[in-house]
């Protein structure tokens, strides 16, 4: 199983934010898309960092209030973690629970061409199990009702 087998399921979109912007503007972009981090980039290709619900409470503990008008580049991770369409999910899953992240951006010749989750891992792998289950069950029941009385 590879990345791009979970990037032709879920699309290859991924929501971006400028470093310019605040951090205010990133939770307002986290809330309405429904996801738990936003990729930094001033062009939409170029990866620059990412900002995540975790770097918002870690700084919020630190800075309090005021963070969220800061801008996203004060309080995105620059040492992003990346990985290619033809990366096995086994080691994107390993590099994921080794530093302790969520979302890896997939990069495809330097250019941003997608974003995978932890969830979007445990989604694919379920469903993979799913099937292997059932091509298993079908061919218990076939080879069962085969057999001559």
Do not use: W
């Amino acid at each position: 199983m590879f990345v791009d087998e979970i990037l032709q399921k879920k699309g290859h979109d991924v929501f971006t934010i400028r470093p310019t912007a605040s951090v205010r503007e990133a939770v307002q972009r986290l809330s309405l898309e429904r996801v738990g981090g936003l990729v930094v980039s001033e062009d939409g290709e170029r990866l620059q960092g990412i900002i995540s619900e975790s770097e918002i409470i870690r700084s919020l503990a630190r800075h309090g209030a005021n963070l969220l008008d800061e801008r996203v580049s004060d309080v995105m991770m620059q040492s992003v973690s990346t990985c290619a369409p033809g990366d096995k999910l086994k080691s994107v899953m390993a590099v994921m629970t080794q530093k302790r992240v969520r979302h890896m951006p997939v990069l495809e010749r330097g250019r941003l061409c997608g974003i995978v989750s932890i969830g979007d891992i445990v989604k694919h792998r379920l469903e993979d199990l799913e099937l292997k289950d059932a091509v298993m069950r079908d061919a218990y029941i076939m080879r069962g009702s085969s057999k001559s009385p």
